[in-house]
């Protein structure tokens, strides 16, 4: 049972257009999101993060919004570079604890020149 | 300041062999979680240790899988004799937890397994 859910395994943008990726979540408990990248043959980056008091979160060219209700999660890349072409991957976490989180599969992004 | 470091980064096992995985977290992390990544999956949970204590090892599987981090050197992945589905990508990270913070993992750049 998939808590973390990334349902495009692939996406392909135009350099300078603005990328879109997309994480559902099924546990209403999860209270802190993550965002990380993903290179070949390299471990994930952690790349931006929200919790669960806010909707939106900036940093530079990323920003990603959060809707609670409809337990979504998306990630906004503008504009896109061919350097941002990697694997993204959604995580999610519970706070209180640990904070282990949760991955999903990844979304491949290819941004083309 | 260097980052995770994992090693080695490719091994070749036969089935039947011990793999073992070494893993050197952030300087000043203690906290340590083992990912593993199947081929087309994303990163799955395994264990989370602190110095010479497991956290957390609900994601690991109950036969041939064991981990430790000692109080000094490097964390350890230990699967005993190793079969072709354990052939996978093992992720380390590490985070400096303070209590009440939300933080990140840093991960390294993972171990490659190859069972044969």
């Known amino acids: 049972d998939q808590q973390v859910k990334q349902n495009s395994p692939s996406l392909s943008v135009q350099e300078g257009r603005i990328s879109i990726l997309n994480c559902d979540y099924t546990?209403?408990?999860?209270?802190?999101f993550l965002w990380y990248k993903k290179y070949p043959a390299e471990g994930p980056t952690f790349l931006i993060s929200?919790?669960?008091?806010?909707d939106k979160n900036e940093d530079g060219r990323f920003t990603v919004f959060l809707n609670k209700s409809a337990k979504h999660l998306s990630l906004h890349i503008v504009p896109s570079q061919p350097g941002d072409s990697a694997v993204y991957f959604c995580?999610?976490?519970?706070?209180?604890?640990?904070?282990?989180?949760?991955f999903g599969r990844g979304t491949s992004l290819i941004v083309h020149p | 300041n260097a980052g995770v470091m994992q090693n080695p980064r490719h091994l070749v096992r036969r089935r039947g062999q011990e793999a073992r995985l070494r893993c050197s977290p952030m300087?000043?992390?203690?906290?340590v979680y083992w990912y593993r990544q199947l081929p087309e999956e994303g990163l799955k949970f395994m264990v989370y240790?602190?110095?010479?204590?497991?956290?957390?090892e609900s994601g690991m599987p109950k036969e041939r899988f064991s981990a430790e981090f000692p109080k000094e050197g490097p964390s350890i992945l230990r699967i005993q004799q190793v079969v072709r589905g354990d052939s996978a990508a093992y992720f380390c990270?590490?985070?400096?937890?303070?209590?009440?913070?939300?933080?990140?993992?840093?991960f390294g750049p993972g171990t490659r397994l190859t069972v044969t």
């Open positions: 546990n209403s408990m999860f209270d802190y």
């Open positions: 995580a999610a976490s519970v706070g209180g604890g640990s904070y282990i989180p949760t």
């Open positions: 990270a590490s985070s400096l937890n303070r209590p009440g913070d939300y933080y990140e993992q840093y």
């Open positions: 929200i919790s669960s008091i806010k």
């Open positions: 300087k000043g992390h203690s906290h």
């Open positions: 240790l602190q110095k010479e204590n497991i956290i957390d």
